[in-house]
């Protein structure tokens, strides 16, 4: 997932001069309040996103592979993403040649899924460079090179058309109206979702299938089912799914396809 770096820099407020004071006519209330506003900027706009980079890395291990990551950069991917894991097992998905995680953060879905032998090779994509940086780390850490791309891409803008994937999976920005400002968890109008929707379908092989993570706290089936439609795909099966959001945190999982190909059997309704 995404981390807070894009947070708006600019820094002068229309009430207060940081060095001259407030202009006149403008009340101490007022000024008081700029400057705070000024203050908060600096800070959430600067100094946070300075000393986040200053974090030394930590490590993940998944059956082998040490994934390098910061603590920010992680939206769900090491805990409940990991459930990727025997959800695709349990389907019975035969081992895939090339899967894709969306939104990757620091890749713990993906890496997960190429070190317990779901997929021959690998895909990852950010538009956060620190996450991607992370992502890079790994992959030179573990001798991964011929199996492991890794792009700076917003959503799939910049992914090369030669990039085409039997398996997508992601753990997305799950809440349209709650966590503003939080890019690891907010999708205003869900436009990344969107974006991703009207995408995806040239990256696709053949009967290539995209399973997504989804949250009942901050979306249902049904938020996601008319833009699948819209784009020309087609969902092929709902799963673990509340069809109300919920007052905590529910993972469901949305299978989605092409809507002109053929259902591979691991991924049916059931």
């Known amino acids: 997932m995404v981390s807070l770096d894009r947070c708006a820099t600019s820094v002068i407020t229309p ?7 407030p202009e006149p006519g403008v009340s101490k209330n007022q000024a008081t309040l700029g400057m705070q506003t000024f203050w908060q900027r600096i800070e959430h706009g600067t100094i ?7 974090r030394p890395y930590r490590e993940a291990t998944y059956s082998g592979v040490r994934v390098s990551y910061k603590s920010h950069l992680d939206g769900g991917g090491s805990t409940f993403g990991q459930d990727f894991i025997p959800l695709l097992r349990e389907r019975g998905m035969p081992k895939v040649q090339r899967a894709f995680e969306w939104c990757t953060g620091p890749g713990f879905i993906g890496f997960s899924l190429l070190a317990h032998g779901l997929t021959e090779t690998l895909c990852l994509a950010d538009v956060n460079p620190e996450a991607v940086a992370a992502c890079r780390r790994t992959v030179a850490r573990n001798g991964l090179e011929r199996s492991v791309a890794v792009y700076l891409s917003d959503n799939l803008k910049d992914i ?3 990039e085409q994937w039997d398996l997508v999976v992601s753990n997305p920005p799950h809440f349209v109206d709650t966590s503003f400002g939080q890019l690891r968890y907010h999708d205003p109008d869900w436009s990344v979702h969107r974006g991703f929707f009207a995408g995806i379908a040239r ?20 938020t996601f089912i008319p833009m699948i439609a819209e784009a020309g795909l087609k969902a092929v099966f ?8 919920t007052e905590r945190s529910h993972m469901f999982y949305l299978g989605i396809m092409r809507a002109s190909d053929s259902v591979p059997a691991w991924a049916r309704a059931s």
Not at 48 to 54: I, S, V
């Open 203 to 222: 990256h696709l092989n053949p009967s290539g299938v995209v399973v997504l993570q989804e949250n009942n706290a901050g979306s249902t089936p049904d």
């Open 160 to 162: 090369p058309a030669s």
């Open 48 to 54: 946070k996103p300075w000393l986040r980079r200053m």
């Open 15 to 21: 009430d207060v001069d940081p060095l001259h004071g």
């Open 238 to 245: 709902v799963q673990n799914a509340a069809q109300q959001r």
